[in-house]
């Protein structure tokens, strides 16, 4: 599907849940479940977080759906969304899950692997200083290198979703690289 049929399509389903069919929100929430709960995940290193930030986003989204105004499109205005939602929480500033059933979207599916409470590539005892080096960047720097190495989107992509420049991505990824590796250096975890 083209990116402009997709965007006509999202467009009208969008209308449709505008006008009162709230059932048609359940396509969306299909549509964008999986690579939202993905991302979530890798900000986040919990399961059961992910689970409660993904359908807080899809409640909070469906609440808001009027203020978009078809400017991007729906996918990278959802994913603008869940990055900040994410970041937010793991900064401490949201801690807040839904606690009501009204609406709850998120299903795994069966037969699907989801990512381990703890991020299994990283060496237990190089764990903690990479956290507490990623805590030194600023917000921009750390929504770029989640989406450059966690959810492994390129340039162009990243560029998009944070409404940047072309090239300011990968301006700001060398910049937040050049910050962990200082800081790692520094407290002798890399030479």
Not at 3 to 26: F, H, P, S
Not at 66 to 86: Q, T, V
Not at 109 to 135: L, M, N, S, T, W
Request: with cysteine; glycine share 6%.
């Amino acid at each position: 599907m083209t990116a402009v049929a997709r965007w006509v399509e999202e467009y009208n389903l969008i209308q449709k849940i505008l006008a009162g069919d709230g059932y048609q929100y359940i396509e969306l929430v299909k549509r964008y479940q999986r690579p939202i709960f993905s991302l979530m995940c890798q900000i986040t290193n919990s399961q059961g977080a992910a689970e409660a930030l993904t359908r807080q986003l899809f409640v909070k989204t469906y609440q808001d759906l009027k203020k978009f105004k078809f400017n991007s499109s729906f996918h990278m205005w959802l994913y603008r969304r869940a990055l900040d939602m994410g970041v937010r929480f793991m900064e401490g500033r949201s801690t807040s899950v839904p606690k009501d059933n009204l609406y709850t979207p998120f299903v795994p599916e069966e037969g699907v692997e989801y990512p381990a409470d703890e991020i299994q590539h990283i060496d237990a005892d190089f764990r903690e200083p990479v956290r507490k080096a990623f805590a030194l960047l600023n917000r921009d720097q750390r929504k770029v290198i989640i989406l450059k190495y966690y959810v492994e989107l390129n340039y162009d992509q990243i560029d998009e979703i944070m409404g940047l420049p072309e090239l300011g991505g990968k301006s700001i990824v060398y910049k937040g690289r050049m910050i962990l590796r200082k800081k790692l250096i520094q407290w002798g975890f890399l030479s």
